[in-house]
């Protein structure tokens, strides 16, 4: 019979298995849980680990539960905040600088291209 932390524990495994396609979930999903002095730790979270979690804390006096919903977000790059300036005129010999910070997560890979060519990178 578990105790109730373990069972707790195997709650939020089984969150894991739960997930809509078990082709998101793989054993190293298993790997990223940790539990530290009380505290769930899930590195590098995907779209599987969203769900309700269940923290149980007992003593010999009684056990009581909390609940946590995790919301990983995910979202397309997005120009509505920090739009690209679609125009800039510069005399010959000038420079230009040209942001390019879209809204996105995980955050947006950037690339500039000229017609069909990708501009190189200054590393």
Avoid: H
């Amino acid at each position: 019979m578990f105790s109730k932390k373990m069972e707790a524990l195997m709650s939020v495994l089984q969150k894991i298995f739960e997930a809509e396609t078990l082709q998101e979930v793989n054993y190293s999903s298993m790997e990223r849980i940790q539990v530290e002095n009380g505290t769930l730790i899930i590195p590098m979270l995907n779209m599987s680990d969203s769900g309700l979690y269940q923290c149980v804390a007992e003593n010999k006096y009684d056990t009581i539960y909390a609940s946590a919903e995790l919301r990983v977000i995910a979202a397309a790059p997005d120009f509505s905040k920090n739009p690209v300036k679609k125009t800039s005129i510069v005399q010959v010999g000038g420079e230009v600088t040209i942001g390019c910070r879209p809204s996105a997560s995980p955050r947006a890979a950037i690339d500039w291209r000229k017609g069909p060519e990708v501009l190189r990178l200054n590393k």
